[in-house]
């Protein structure tokens, strides 16, 4: 199994409403990434969990809180987003060692009123 | 013909010739470069890396090169298929943290039938 599974494929959301991105992998992999893409532009780094444990966090708004409950699950919570946060959001998980290669889920499309 | 503006960098090849997508990168403490490829409606797709220790790394129809003295690197595919269509980013690994890889603006690659 070689695949990140990201939910929902697309989410639309108001400016107060909570909602969260899920992501799961079950490669054995111990660094969990999120990414942030506009269209047209890169993958941008938002956050980077190391056995569980946050190890980056690119100076994301606390309105982004992520949360790793375990080595096989990343979540993405959002709380009162803007309309500028709307982007595709990317999950990718690596080997240990092996960070370079980064394994993606195919994003969660987030739209915000 | 590429072109570079407002909009992605744009290559247009015909198929079955070379492919030659450049990328400049500033960090000189990177150690590791990557390739990824991203179809429309995708996440990014590892292709090849080279350690910055290397000059030029081989894969299946992709060569990379790269140039420490004018921090350039170079992604070659021989023998262009439909196929490739894509957006083609370089990433960098910095030497300072290994959990953190850093997209390039990426090259939309158009592959003329």
């Known amino acids: 199994d070689t695949e990140v599974t990201q939910t929902p494929k697309h989410l639309v959301m108001g400016m107060t409403n909570k909602k969260s991105l899920k992501c799961e992998q079950h490669m054995g992999h111990r660094a969990m990434y999120w990414y942030k893409q506009k269209a047209k532009k890169p993958p941008e780094l938002m956050f980077v969990y190391s056995y569980e444990k946050l190890s980056i966090n690119e100076s994301v708004p606390s309105r982004f809180s992520p949360e790793c409950p375990n080595s096989s699950l990343l979540n993405l919570h959002l709380h009162a987003l803007q309309p500028e946060d709307s982007a595709l959001y990317l999950c990718?998980?690596?080997?240990?060692?092996?960070?370079?290669?980064?394994?993606f889920g195919e994003g969660s499309r987030l739209t915000v009123l | 013909g590429e072109s570079v503006g407002l909009h992605l960098p744009t290559l247009s090849v015909q198929e079955g010739d070379n492919s030659i997508i450049n990328c400049a990168y500033s960090n000189s403490a990177s150690d590791y470069f990557i390739w990824y490829k991203q179809e429309s409606g995708k996440g990014p797709q590892f292709i090849i890396d080279i350690r910055s220790n290397m000059d030029k790394r081989q894969g299946q129809r992709v060569t990379v090169l790269l140039n420490k003295t004018v921090k350039h690197l170079s992604l070659q595919i021989a023998a262009t298929q439909p196929g490739d269509s894509a957006v083609y980013f370089c990433a960098e690994l910095l030497k300072t943290s290994y959990d953190k890889v850093i997209f390039g603006p990426g090259t939309s690659l158009s592959v003329i039938p």
């Open positions: 990718a998980s690596s080997q240990p060692g092996g960070h370079w290669e980064l394994f």
